[in-house]
């Protein structure tokens, strides 16, 4: 996941903004200096591609630890920078308080409200906002580490927070479900922490913005204007959306999980509290509202995971040289996914990927939800079903 490594699969997939990532880290921050060339303001292209299409704008994710009334919570937040200078005076300031260099996502013991108060200080126009807001562990809303209102995280700061970002296991709908959240833009990101380039816009904002710049973009998360829709995997597929247990192997939804007080009935321990159960616990709305202007949302599983499904492997890196040729045929992932037309698919991808194609563009793939840390699974429709395609991913 190096600077020309990122540019190089961001442009298969089609996206044409990505952010860097782990600005904080002394030793990335060198390597962005040396990697990247300014083009717009707070917008850089990758040196060694002069001609790649994708730009990057300065990004990076911290974690806040902190005890308050006898209980520990632990909260991950994204931080947008308008242009390295500033992510490297927003650094220093954090340096204050824990070493930089252990971790490219490194440990604060400060409230989330102390965050937010450095680094704008240091940077008024960075944007601050909570990462993968549901996941049971490091989030806003965790059920085992979080908070159940966002006041009570940032506390006097929570006015400059304008954005959430959703995670893998939650989307809109879910989010629009509880009233106080209405304020803020829905974001959709990636976060792509680990060496597997397809995540890279698994999740992912379609903004119209005049120009490419970090001011346009910073805008249009503040105030919408131009903010079209995301793009959502769907969050059955997220790895905590359902409440279980991995090493007992059972999961369930938040009803049954409920009727079961929580506990596991194989080893009698408590559930991992699934991101569907944990939004019924906050909502104040019923399933089905959309608030008034509400920007859109679309449900998209990476191409490796629909050959994978296809295929009937269990590792998506086998579909590199398929992924690679149908990249080739029709230009980028995104243009596959949601615009080439399904007959031409089925041509040149077979029945089998075509027909996944057309049924998530439908948003009507049978997905087996995740939980406690293992992703959901695509089932294939039940006349394309053969032994051979029994498959569980084992590197998404």
Not at 235 to 240: A, E, L, Q, V
Not at 286 to 301: K, Q, V
Not at 332 to 341: A, D, G, M, N, V
Request: with cysteine.
């Amino acid at each position: 996941m190096t600077i020309p490594t990122i540019a190089h699969y961001a442009a298969k997939k089609g996206l044409h903004i990505v952010g860097t990532g782990d600005f904080t880290h002394p030793q990335w921050w060198s390597e962005l200096r040396n990697e990247l060339v300014p083009e717009a303001a707070g917008v850089y292209k990758a040196r060694r591609l002069p001609n790649n299409p994708v730009r990057f704008i300065i990004s990076g994710e911290v974690s806040t630890i902190f005890t308050r009334d006898d209980r520990t919570y632990r909260i991950h937040h994204v931080i947008l920078a308008p242009d390295l200078e500033a992510a490297a005076t927003i650094s220093d300031a954090l340096a204050t308080y824990t070493d930089l260099l252990s971790d490219g996502r490194p440990i604060l013991p400060i409230t989330p409200a102390e965050l937010v108060e450095v680094c704008l200080e240091a940077c008024p126009d960075a944007l601050i906002f909570p990462a993968h807001a549901w996941t049971p562990w490091y989030s806003v809303f965790g059920a085992f580490s979080g908070f159940d209102h966002i006041r009570d995280c940032y506390e006097d700061q929570t006015h400059r927070i304008v954005a959430i970002e959703t995670g893998l296991s939650s989307d809109p709908p879910m989010n629009w479900r509880v009233s106080w959240l209405d304020t803020f833009t829905l974001v959709s990101n990636s976060d792509a922490h680990s060496p597997w380039p397809w995540r890279l816009g698994r999740e992912a904002n379609a903004l119209n913005l005049p120009e490419i710049s970090y001011p346009t973009l910073a805008r249009a998360i503040r105030t919408r204007e131009g903010f079209l829709f995301t793009i959502e995997v769907d969050p059955r597929y997220g790895k905590y959306h359902w409440s279980g247990h991995r090493n007992c192997k059972v999961s369930f939804s938040g009803a049954e999980a409920r009727h079961l007080g929580g506990i596991c009935p194989v080893c009698g321990r408590r559930l991992t509290k699934g991101v569907e159960e944990r939004v019924e616990e906050l909502a104040d709305r019923e399933p089905g509202y959309r608030p008034p202007g509400a920007p859109g949302y679309i449900h998209m599983l990476p191409l490796h995971e629909i050959l994978a499904t296809a295929r009937g492997v269990t590792t998506l890196s086998s579909c590199d040289r398929a992924y690679s040729a149908l990249i080739n045929r029709f230009g980028s992932e995104f243009q596959i996914l949601l615009h080439t037309p399904i007959e031409e698919l089925e041509r040149y991808a077979g029945k089998v990927v075509a027909r996944l194609i057309d049924l998530q563009r439908k948003d009507q793939l049978d997905i087996t939800p995740g939980y406690d840390g293992v992703y959901g699974r695509i089932n294939l429709p039940p006349d394309l079903q053969t032994p051979q395609r029994t498959r569980h991913l084992t590197d998404s």
